[in-house]
């Protein structure tokens, strides 16, 4: 069961990487002014949208290298990884934060940091091959 100090463990063990609190309050982290995770409260119409009368538990969004990325994770059969109609066409996905494992969270945090880092931030800090 991870928790944000899970996923703020995650994202600031990254290179260039900020958090902030986005409007409202909720928490958000970026590299280099380039958000990559963040908390994403659901709202009225998401829920709706979802079926659901109200949200399960927290909710983390995080960017995908681009909508066949997102295809995947969302097909995944695990449930953790999830949509709605407001981010249709968004290279991101939603996650239920209390139920991903903290492994897949690392990983899934890293790619987000990876797909929103700028040209400049993966030339000082590329991938390691391994």
Same mark, same amino acid.
Do not use: C, I, N
């Given at each position: 069961?991870?928790? =944000? /100090? *899970?996923?703020?463990?995650? %994202? !600031? +063990?990254? @290179? &260039?990487?900020? &958090?902030?609190?986005?409007?409202?309050? +909720?928490?958000?982290?970026?590299?280099?002014?380039?958000?990559?995770? =963040?908390?994403? #409260?659901?709202?009225?119409? *998401? !829920?709706? *949208?979802?079926?659901?009368?109200?949200? @399960?538990? @927290?909710? $983390?969004? +995080?960017?995908? #290298?681009? $909508?066949?990325?997102?295809?995947?994770?969302? %097909?995944?059969?695990?449930?953790?990884?999830?949509?709605?109609?407001?981010? /249709?066409?968004? +290279?991101?996905? !939603?996650?239920?934060?209390?139920?991903?494992?903290? /492994?897949? !969270? %690392?990983? $899934?945090?890293?790619?987000? =940091?990876?797909?929103? %880092? #700028?040209?400049?931030?993966?030339?000082?800090? @590329?991938? *390691?091959?391994?």
């Amino acid at each position: 069961m991870a928790t =944000w /100090d *899970d996923v703020r463990r995650h %994202a !600031l +063990a990254l @290179p &260039e990487v900020e &958090e902030l609190p986005t409007f409202g309050g +909720a928490s958000s982290w970026k590299v280099k002014k380039k958000l990559f995770v =963040w908390e994403r #409260p659901l709202r009225r119409g *998401d !829920l709706a *949208d979802l079926g659901w009368s109200e949200q @399960p538990g @927290p909710v $983390l969004g +995080a960017r995908v #290298p681009d $909508l066949g990325a997102k295809e995947a994770l969302v %097909a995944e059969e695990s449930g953790f990884y999830f949509t709605t109609p407001h981010f /249709d066409g968004h +290279a991101s996905v !939603l996650v239920h934060l209390d139920a991903v494992p903290d /492994d897949e !969270l %690392a990983e $899934l945090v890293t790619e987000a =940091w990876y797909a929103a %880092a #700028p040209a400049m931030v993966l030339r000082r800090h @590329p991938r *390691d091959p391994a």
